[in-house]
């Protein structure tokens, strides 16, 4: 893959961030932060924002240190830069994880979405043809380019934001707003708890550093991570809190498809009905485009660390290993299980980790007051 001069703009990084963070909302992410921390469930989501928001800064702070003290300002490559910091061996080791991460991301969300269409859409569909279907669509979305994708997503932002001011009027009459009490929900022990490990939600908004190529400049970066993390934190809230309002704490957590319940509940008149259908198409295509991202994404950072030119062949080939592994859970729950485990640990954990070995790597490269490692871009 060629890096050049970048012409992502901080509009197209904030869709990024948040086209990565969101679509979980539409899938079980609801129903385990009601479960964790009941009533304040809302307020867990404003705190892993925060949090998540800190790391993104941190990191990006880091790397703009690094630049400054060791390169005369010039970006450089992420790749670059944690070689700088971590060494030749370990910077491949830190991109190889990180690939992987995306890689498994993929896997979970694409066996995830499909599931859910087969329980709200296609009931009598066959569960390889769909994910099939779906892994072709990823494809073809993906040959287009980052640039493209960001671009289109851009609109879908836009129309989600709508999307969700009309639910919440739509929805008013269901509100009972004595739901929300008491506001600490199981405390405030449980609240920190579950706000750190909420991190790994999001932890794929690393993807802002991967792509720093294509990116204008710092500012640049700073403000895709801020727009970003604040659209997907508000959306977040809003949510939450209209299906607290409508549902309680008691049967939120029963619900594995807490965003197609609520939809369900707008009554519009007996001559509209399935208005559901809407907002399940809306979901779909918010589900792929996030999809698409982190395969490319999980590509690029292969041919970064391995030094390949042509990702088109790889492009396929990640295609192909990712469906065969969306294929092997045998069951929704299992999947659903294994999603848990893999965005409130391994997710969490990595993201923190990153932050740790990155800040401890550039401490260390100061001390020793070494070079510039990797070709100035600008």
Not at 48 to 69: E, H, P, R, T, V
Not at 182 to 202: C, E, H, N, R, V
Not at 265 to 284: A, E, G, K, P, T
Not at 310 to 323: N, P
Request: proline share 2%; net charge positive.
């Amino acid at each position: 893959m060629s890096y050049g001069i970048g012409k992502i703009s901080a509009v197209e990084g904030m869709t990024l961030v948040a086209m990565l963070i969101v679509p979980s909302i539409y899938l079980t992410e609801p129903s385990l932060s009601i479960g964790f921390v009941g009533n304040s469930a809302w307020l867990l989501k404003i705190c892993s924002g925060l949090l998540l928001l800190g790391l993104l800064l941190a990191i990006l702070k880091i790397y703009q240190n690094y630049i400054d003290k060791f390169c005369n300002g010039r970006m450089i490559t992420f790749f670059s830069f944690v070689q700088g910091v971590l060494g030749r061996s370990g910077g491949m080791i830190f991109f190889i994880l990180w690939a992987v991460l995306f890689h498994l991301s993929t896997v979970l969300m694409i066996r995830e979405f499909t599931d859910h269409t087969l329980m709200t859409t296609l009931k009598t569909g066959n569960l390889k043809l769909v994910l099939l279907i779906f892994a072709v669509a990823i494809f073809f979305m993906m040959r287009y380019g980052l640039e493209v994708i960001l671009r289109c997503a851009y609109l879908l932002l836009v129309v989600r934001a709508i999307t969700l001011i009309i639910l919440l009027f739509l929805l008013f009459s269901s509100y009972d707003v004595t739901q929300l009490l008491p506001w600490q929900g199981y405390g405030m022990g449980s609240l920190a708890k579950y706000s750190f490990l909420d991190i790994g939600t999001g932890a794929t908004s690393m993807a802002i550093f991967f792509i720093i190529p294509h990116l204008q400049n710092i500012a640049t970066m700073k403000k895709s991570i801020l727009y970003g993390m604040a659209y997907v934190t508000f959306f977040k809230m809003i949510l939450i809190l209209m299906m607290i309002m409508t549902f309680g704490i008691i049967v939120s957590p029963e619900r594995v498809l807490l965003f197609y319940e609520l939809v369900r509940c707008v009554n519009l008149s007996q001559y509209v009905q399935r208005v559901d259908s809407i907002f399940i198409l809306m979901w779909l295509t918010a589900g792929l485009m996030s999809i698409v991202v982190t395969q490319y994404l999980s590509v690029m950072i292969y041919c970064e660390a391995f030094k390949l030119t042509d990702s088109k062949a790889l492009m396929a080939i990640a295609m192909l290993l990712t469906t065969s592994i969306a294929m092997l859970p045998d069951s929704t729950i299992t999947a659903l299980t294994m999603s848990g485990f893999f965005i409130y640990q391994w997710s969490t954990a990595f993201m923190v980790f990153s932050f740790i070995i990155l800040g401890i790597g550039y401490y260390v490269k100061c001390r020793r007051n070494s070079s510039c490692v990797g070709q100035g871009l600008r």
